[in-house]
């Protein structure tokens, strides 16, 4: 970029779920801006077939196989990246997944996957990636929250308790870490269009409550996130530490509610 205050050249860049959705795009947007960008999930054909296709023209994009429910693949992965490229100056926590169901009838298996990837792992990436940022008395981590940070929605129990836990986290390790150089952050996407999420914002009564409870009237693409994660990852941010920053549309700005457009005192 032109305006090095907003320039994440030549950082080493780590994506975890950075194979698909907003990990996707925000990996690419990353690349395109001359990060050497690392992005990593559980599927090893779906990351050569991303960082093939999101490869810069005059550039690559790298993988790592990695399952975030496997701490020891998490230590590898790290350790790897590090090795190869010397440093990792941004990690980005995506690995996310979910299940909608009423919280009744969850199983143990049911919560044990949504708060083993969601949580557990993004706590012990952060954990690995961060005793060699300290170490280095420099590093960013932005970690992918989301509306449920502002409100849970129901019907998806133990990821919502997952991503207000995530929300705790950034805090906690932002304020363990500013004084050592390491800055925590994240960014909490509003309803985003994904192919997990196609179908579902397909359906009539979806789009009716969703498009006009958001301001800008549309639902949010994985580009959108680019440009925030940017600028938590420049030295743009470099006072800014410990914040969730809601990129939804104004979603959580305020509620419409079944009343008249006119003036009423009642």
């Not at 599927?43 to 550039?59: K, M, S, V």
């Not at 975030?68 to 440093?87: S, Y």
């Not at 979910?98 to 949504?114: H, I, K, L, S």
């Not at 557990?120 to 932005?142: D, N, P, T, Y």
Request: hydrophobic share 40%; net charge negative; proline share 5%.
């Amino acid at each position: 970029m032109s305006d090095p205050l907003f320039s994440v050249a030549d950082q080493v860049v780590l994506v975890s779920g950075g194979s698909r959705g907003i990990g996707r795009a925000i990996a690419q947007g990353f690349a395109q801006r001359g990060a050497t960008v690392v992005i990593s999930s559980r599927d090893e054909e779906q990351l050569r077939r991303t960082a093939a296709e999101i490869a810069p023209p005059d550039g690559q994009v790298h993988y790592q196989v990695c399952d975030v429910r496997d701490l020891d693949a998490i230590r590898r992965t790290t350790q790897q990246v590090i090795e190869r490229f010397g440093r990792i100056d941004t990690l980005i926590n995506v690995a996310g997944v979910n299940r909608r169901q009423p919280a009744e009838t969850f199983t143990e298996e049911d919560y044990d996957f949504v708060m083993d990837i969601n949580l557990k792992g993004a706590f012990f990436f952060s954990i690995e990636v961060g005793r060699h940022q300290l170490q280095r008395g420099q590093g960013c981590q932005i970690n992918i929250a989301s509306l449920n940070n502002w409100t849970p929605l129901v019907h998806v129990a133990p990821y919502a308790m997952s991503k207000a836990g995530l929300g705790h986290m950034t805090r906690v390790l932002a304020a363990e870490w500013g004084p050592r150089g390491v800055r925590v952050n994240a960014l909490a996407p509003g309803f985003i269009l994904t192919d997990l999420t196609r179908e579902l914002w397909a359906r009539p009564e979806m789009q009716a409550w969703g498009l006009p409870n958001t301001p800008l009237r549309r639902l949010g693409q994985p580009e959108d996130m680019v440009g925030t994660a940017i600028f938590l990852a420049s030295p743009a941010a470099a006072f800014l530490t410990g914040q969730i920053i809601f990129v939804d549309g104004g979603f959580s700005a305020a509620l419409h509610w079944p009343i008249q457009q006119s003036g009423s005192d009642s």
